[in-house]
């Protein structure tokens, strides 16, 4: 058995390209005393990947140069030497850009493959799901009739938190990049408008659709958007600050909100966040989430793309509005 691994080999400047990582093939190890030898099916592919790759402190320690690249999957145990998993379980877990992984058991999750099909373990009922639920239940305090804006409506977490507001009898209004994307959020996820911000300036769109302005701000990109957001809040509003995506690239400082002051002006919050500080929650989010499923209240739309081999290029689409839907390497069948 082979293992297809990239490795980190340089620290990118900008957008990161082939040559920030080394490819390679080499035999799979044998797991020892107390260790699983998992399969990748399928590896989740994240914004988040381009600040891993800097140096500096962060909301985890970057990738050193010569690690494998951090990276979320699923997949399925084929030998173990470890009391809890046996070969045939599938668990989801931080297994990096590789087909094959060595695990210690800790944090891997056991997932049901019967209960939904194993790419959604990345999307709704994964990392990108858990910050929906709690970026925009916990942090976004939602109430019955609030108007809520949501960036990158259409993206795996956008998409969710969009659905999770018309649940909660909010009403959400999406914003996204292109026509399609917007025909999408408004027919098939329930947003009840889409601003294509690729058209040109939101402020009309922000207009007609929050006509008396925004309660609750779900935030993904960050830039631009974001200022013209904070001059159409309400009197208390909650700003969510899940990620910013336009500033991820910058190769100039990152561009922070200039018009702020409206913070004070409205007696509002902005208030960021990170998925990893609700793990001992994610039990709550699956079991609610399966349930808005089997209820056709909640769908999920996932991006899958062939082969470990096209990681670097794959990347590059979430930056570039590329991908609909939650974007993921399938490396094994
Ligand atoms: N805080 C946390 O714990 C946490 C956890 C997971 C993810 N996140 C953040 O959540 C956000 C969404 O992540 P995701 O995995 O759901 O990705 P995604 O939304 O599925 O994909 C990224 C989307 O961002 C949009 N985008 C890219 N460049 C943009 C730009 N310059 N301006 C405006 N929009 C741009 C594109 O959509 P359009 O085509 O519509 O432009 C693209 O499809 C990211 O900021 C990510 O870092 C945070």
């Not at 914004?47 to 997949?75: F, H, L, T």
């Not at 942090?139 to 998409?159: C, I, R």
């Not at 006509?211 to 631009?224: K, L, Q, R, S």
Request: net charge neutral; with cysteine.
């Amino acid at each position: 058995m082979i293992n297809k691994r990239f490795r980190l080999a340089a620290r990118p400047v900008g957008l990161p390209k082939r040559s920030d990582w080394t490819y390679e093939e080499l035999p799979v190890a044998e797991p020892k005393d107390g260790e699983l030898l998992i399969r990748s099916l399928y590896i989740s592919l994240d914004p988040a990947m381009r600040g891993w790759m800097n140096a500096g402190k962060s909301y985890v320690p970057p990738v050193e140069i010569g690690d494998v690249m951090r990276a979320g999957a699923v997949g399925e145990v084929i030998a173990s030497r470890h009391p809890d998993f046996k070969a045939g379980d599938y668990v989801s877990g931080m297994l990096g850009m590789q087909t094959h992984a060595i695990s210690n058991g800790r944090n891997l999750f056991k997932l049901d493959a019967q209960a939904a099909p194993l790419p959604k373990y990345l999307s709704v009922l994964g990392m990108t799901g858990m910050t929906a639920y709690f970026g925009f239940l916990d942090v976004g305090l939602p109430k019955p009739g609030d108007t809520v804006l949501v960036s990158a409506a259409t993206g795996a977490v956008g998409s969710i938190v969009g659905q999770i507001a018309k649940i909660k009898g909010c009403r959400p209004v999406g914003i996204a990049g292109g026509r399609a994307k917007c025909e999408y959020a408004v027919s098939d996820l329930g947003f009840a408008g889409c601003i294509d911000y690729k058209r040109g300036p939101i402020f009309p769109g922000i207009a007609q659709h929050c006509p008396e302005g925004i309660d609750v701000y779900f935030d993904n990109v960050g830039g631009e958007i974001l200022d013209a957001v904070l001059t159409r809040i309400r009197l208390h509003a909650r700003i969510v600050i899940c990620g910013a995506i336009s500033q991820y690239n910058n190769t100039t400082p990152i561009q922070g909100p200039k018009n702020y002051m409206s913070l004070l002006v409205n007696r509002a919050r902005m208030e960021g966040f990170v998925v990893f500080d609700f793990a001992a929650r994610y039990a709550e989010a699956i079991h609610q989430m399966s349930q808005w499923m089997k209820e056709g209240l909640l769908v999920s739309k996932e991006d899958i793309v062939d082969g470990i081999e096209t990681f670097p290029e794959t990347l590059l689409k979430l930056y570039a509005g590329e991908n609909f839907g939650k974007l993921m390497l399938r490396v094994a069948h």
